[in-house]
DNA sequence: AGGCCCAATGTTAGCGCTCACACTAGCTAT
DNA sequence: ATAGCTAGTGTGAGCGCTAACATTGGGCCT
């Protein structure tokens, strides 16, 4: 009764066994072409894959999902993706999840405790994803996966090591090392530090970074003057900074308080590298156009991503993977370092 | 012969069934709780939501979805989520989507064409999603959705306007006329403007905001310089506008041009905004604390990912809904804009 | 008191797919 | 020739849920 369809993917989506009826065979064996399944005679296959691309039929991911229990979708927990580590981190992740044939749930946190993340990796969960990476910079984060006990797999990024999890991150401490050893060999007598916010996993490392290299070297260490990764922050802390005179070097956890100091500096008639010498940490693509431009620490998230992506796959296959993932930062020079100006 | 289990939660995970079983009632009225249908009588709803806690049963949205064709997932297609503008985008509209209690999927682009735009939409829908917001800040993007023949529902998000799909934008026309405004009421003479790539809709937008307000009051419309969104392209450009003495006001279509050209300028010894005044686009986090702070036009990203998720939520539930959302951005005067110098 | 209705529940049939198994040829080995 | 293989295919069942219909047992009308 119904007219013949000239256009076939204007009706009902076609589903397996449309397929199998046209290409004669049974809707198992279109499963098997589906799945290359060795067991398949090739004209059989070619006959399939015609008719699949006759009748543009494309395989429901959400029955195969619940006839499998795998979904081939990943979620990702994070917080304030607006920061361009964690929006990084968060790209890099997507970008490898794609490239391995998974899609990507992303859940974003308001605020980062062992409730929230608790509830956004259970909703992630309940909504039937394979995997969960918690983006987790706040110890509190990481302390949250501690009472993780669920059934799926879980690796967390940017966070402290943890027994249960593996975890993924980029090497802050050599980070923070090769920051303040680039300034000492300039001829600097020591570096003074902005901080970041103390419940920042990341905040603390870089600060046992700047303190161990000052400590191996023997050089005095300053008290370390705490800021919140905002350029307010730096700009507050600059005010410190210009009270105490013998300051020649300073090295800011992100460029973001580097830019305050910057500014800072600048409105006080000091002139930056001639008068202070300053790092960065984070390559934000501006800090190559703060005045001067800064040299910083350069983080590769793409790779973050992928590798921890890879440790969450082996997780899921059940293999044991890595349980540490380390990244390598990279110093890179710019034009707000120099050596100290003689006295 | 199984021994009783103490910790049911440590078993294969209770479904339906197990629920009612519990409960002593069929697995239909457990399904009538969990969707409160008014037709269950009080003590028996108590008495199967006792059970799902006893049990922590959870609802297995993948069988749901199958069952009923929905799966309360939205897909996000995106470009550049390292970008400022895009992040907070996707960030509003991934806080809207939860609090209506739907999962985010989001699909970034390396590139934006019609190619990979529709594939990117396709590959969400079979991933089950129910609707799909299309971040497209580039006229390819925009184009790619005109030739969108599929049975989701897609919004776009800073995209120019389209016959087909409802979109969403912050008015970029009244921010760029905002700008250029404040500085002629400055005393100005004329505004000139380093504008973004002329692929991307909200660039030309600025432009045309600008030149209007230029022509509206009879002012001298400068050549534009072109640039592309970068710091680079700011400080590049700001060499040109060194070779005009009469310069005395500049709207940069971006916070961060607005910033490598403050760095040209203060490099050249001129002084921002005694001897030119600028200002900016976006109100980045970092722009309060250029040297000087910026004047720029701020876009309220949360407002605009809400408004869009609520046009996509109506197309869900088919109804017409908004087919177009405007948000208004707003001018934030700072130190960075004053009356042009006397000569 | 008989019929009727409605509120509350149970039953049946799928959603579109994969898994485990059963089957049919056409071979080889004995 | 007969059993025994294996490559290729089909069949039944079921993943966990919802939608539509079927059923039950009062309470109310006349």
Redesign the interface.
Known sequence: MTAPQLRPEKRR?AVMEDVARLAGVSYQTVSRVLNDSPKVRADTRERVLAAIRQLDY??????R??ATGR?K?LGVVSFD??L?GP??T??GI??AA?DAGY??????L?SLNRGTVLAAI???R???VDGVVVIAPLRAGVDALRHLRT?VAVVAVAAGPNESIPVASIDQMAGAAAATRHLLSLGHKTVWHLAGPNDWKEAEERIEGWRSVLQAVGAPLPALLRGDW???S??ELGQNLLEIPEVTAVFAAND?MA??L??RL??AGREVPRDLSIVGFDDI??A????PPLTTIRQDFTDLGRRCLYALLARIEGEAGPTRVVVAPELVVRGSTVAPPKR
């Open positions: 989506p494309r395989p429901n991911s959400v029955a999902a619940l979904s979708t993706t607006t361009y929006a990084s968060l790209l997507e970008r794609h899609g990507v749930s992303v859940s974003s308001h259970q909703q992630l309940d909504q039937g059934d905002t350029a307010r730096g700009y973001q830019l305050g910057l500014r600048h409105e693509p501006e190559a156009y703060f005045t």
